[in-house]
């Protein structure tokens, strides 16, 4: 299993990004497929996710209204639509993947794509 995370860069802030996340070696449709970030000296946290079965999405509060999760399960990707970005959202952001079982941990992780939103 791969996951591969793209579309970071340097932005300003109240710019947009789109981050994508290819999945290979699962089928996206079955899993629970997420987004978290790790800004520099901070612990790694959750952003969003989205349900393989049912798309349902889920966010940390810093971003509802701002960040949009969306998967094309035909195609094994993921999206995380970023808009007004804000310095604080600068982080490394990482691909996740997680089995449909509530009690599943998040079991795959692609390398981070850095964010930069400068002032």
């Known amino acids: 299993v791969q996951l591969q995370a793209s579309g970071g860069g340097v932005v300003q802030a109240g710019d947009s990004l789109r981050l994508s996340c290819e999945a290979s070696g699962l089928l996206a449709v079955r899993y629970t497929m997420g987004w978290f970030r790790q800004a520099p000296g901070k612990e790694r946290e959750f952003v969003a996710r989205?349900?393989?079965?049912?798309?349902?999405?889920n966010y940390t509060d810093s971003v509802k209204g701002r960040f949009t999760i969306s998967r094309d399960n035909a195609e094994n990707m993921v999206y995380l639509q970023m808009n007004s970005l804000k310095p604080e959202d600068t982080a490394l952001y990482y691909c996740?993947?997680?089995?449909?079982?509530?009690?599943?941990?998040?079991?795959?992780w692609g390398k981070g794509t850095l964010v930069t939103v400068s002032s």
């Open positions: 996740a993947a997680k089995p449909l079982s509530l009690s599943a941990k998040w079991k795959y």
């Open positions: 989205i349900r393989g079965s049912d798309g349902i999405t």
